[in-house]
């Protein structure tokens, strides 16, 4: 299909100062210049994918605000993934089997900056006066980000900024079915805070909480790089997730925890160089399938736990 003779101009009229629009005198006047008014980012496209018609949202969201849209390629615009989607949804509407309309579909647009964006895409067949394709675009940029916060945040121990204890459950899950699998070894390790009530009752809560700050960021360090995940598991249980770590290894990163938690101090709490923390821990590890499921797993690195608490506290208790 061939282009017709378009011209864009960049004026001062309208409501962003910025209008694209064809020959006054052709049929495509009246839908150039309504898609100027319309608060989403439009689109008129021949069957070819070529542009005919973009309103000044659309030249914003593409980052085309210097050279015109018209004649360019829209699907040059999608990201190479999304490019046999769009012509899926093409075919649909195409067909006219169902709907005149598509839509709205997730994809990724590359702008003319280079910039990828995620948008919604909807795409409308316009059968009058020739076959065309109506592309409403909604950038999902502000959405994506906000989701992404709140996944974060509803993955996060606000107190520590470790994972919390959802976030554990579902990947212990994971890497139980992944080590498993291959059989390779998984370690888990719970830890809890020795006589944590004595602690707040001495200092008050306010103390409570910068300490349990201080031990995660302990275990933090003690934890070795390949270690998938370190958690608040309760109040003051906190948990490592080891996957490819059996129990020699897991019992070499519990020590280094037991160290850095020994070492804390709370001078700069104002707080006696007296005041130090202990911890105990249990571990557990899968190695050839003692464990049916991986809450039996846990199970036992807790009953392991409370055995070291049994055993006088800051001590180390494995499963076997
Ligand atoms: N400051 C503060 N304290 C907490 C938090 N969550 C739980 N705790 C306290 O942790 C303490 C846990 O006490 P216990 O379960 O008796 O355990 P413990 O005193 O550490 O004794 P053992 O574990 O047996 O060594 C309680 O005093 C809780 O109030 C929190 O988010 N902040």
Redesign the pocket.
């Known amino acids: 299909m061939s282009v017709a003779p378009f011209k864009s101009t960049l004026s001062a009229e309208g409501n962003s100062g910025l209008s694209v629009s064809r020959d006054e005198n052709t049929a495509d006047f009246n839908i150039n210049r309504f898609i100027q008014y319309l608060a989403e980012a439009v689109l008129v496209v021949n069957t070819d994918g070529v542009i005919e018609c973009a309103n000044a949202k659309a030249a914003l969201l593409l980052n085309r605000i210097e050279r015109p849209l018209l004649g360019e390629s829209w699907p040059d615009f999608l990201h190479d993934r999304c490019v046999a989607q769009y012509q899926g949804l093409v075919k649909i509407v195409a067909k006219q089997v169902l709907s005149l309309q598509t839509g709205p579909t997730e994809m990724v647009i590359r702008c003319a900056n280079g910039e990828l964006k995620d948008i919604e895409l909807s795409v409308s067949f316009l059968s009058e006066p020739e076959a065309r394709l109506l592309l409403i675009l909604r950038d999902l940029t502000r959405q994506k980000a906000e989701f992404e916060q709140l996944r974060r945040q509803a993955a996060t121990d606000a107190?520590t900024g470790l994972a919390n204890r959802r976030s554990f459950d579902e990947q212990l899950l994971h890497h139980w079915l992944q080590c498993t699998a291959a059989k390779r070894p998984l370690s888990v390790i719970i830890i809890?805070?020795?006589?944590?009530?004595?602690?707040?009752?001495s200092y008050g809560?306010?103390?409570?909480?910068a300490?349990?700050r201080k031990v995660a960021r302990a275990i933090l360090q003690a934890m070795p790089l390949d270690a998938q995940l370190a958690a608040r598991y309760?109040?003051?249980e906190f948990a490592l997730i080891l996957p490819n770590y059996n129990e020699i290894k897991a019992l070499a990163v519990a020590r280094e925890v037991q160290q850095a938690v020994r070492q804390l101090q709370f001078t700069d709490a104002a707080l006696p160089a007296s005041v130090g923390i202990t911890v105990?821990q249990g571990i557990a590890s899968e190695i050839n399938g003692q464990f049916r499921t991986s809450t039996a797993l846990l199970c036992a690195a807790d009953t392991a736990l409370y055995r070291a608490?049994a055993d006088g506290?800051d001590c180390i208790n494995t499963s076997c």
């Open positions: 107190l809890d805070i020795d006589f944590f009530k004595q602690f707040n009752d809560h306010i103390q409570g909480d300490c349990l309760g109040g003051e105990s608490k506290r």
